[in-house]
């Protein structure tokens, strides 16, 4: 059974950087668009970016410029670069892969001073 699971999140100060990464347990990466989502407390999920079979990427405006999603499918494993960081942008992260309707469990990200 196929998983993804969810790593590098954790505390940081406004302006600082995070990386996360999203690991798949099969190999899935190779012929699926992939999705960043995240919650924040007490608000609805909502997609943070997306990444497809060739490298095409789109982002939700509150984060271009300052995101950047990537994904190395030899390693079955994406990624998204979160630079300049806002508390706005403290939330739950999620990877999701819609062509199977497979979520990971998250990683939590808590921008604060």
């Known amino acids: 059974q196929v998983q993804l699971v969810e790593s590098g999140g954790g505390l940081v100060q406004p302006g600082g950087s995070l990386r996360l990464s999203c690991v798949a347990s099969?190999?899935?990466?190779?012929?699926?668009?992939m999705h960043w989502y995240r919650q924040p407390p007490g608000k609805e999920r909502e997609l943070v970016a997306v990444?497809?079979?060739?490298?095409?990427?789109n982002y939700a405006d509150s984060v271009k410029g300052r995101f950047t999603i990537s994904r190395d499918n030899a390693k079955n494993t994406m990624f998204l670069q979160m630079n300049s960081l806002k508390p706005e942008d403290t939330a739950v992260y999620y990877c999701?892969?819609?062509?199977?309707?497979?979520w990971g469990k998250g990683t939590l990200v808590t921008v604060s001073s």
């Open positions: 999701y892969a819609p062509q199977l309707n497979l």
């Open positions: 099969g190999s899935i990466f190779s012929y699926n668009s």
């Open positions: 990444i497809n079979s060739v490298g095409n990427t």
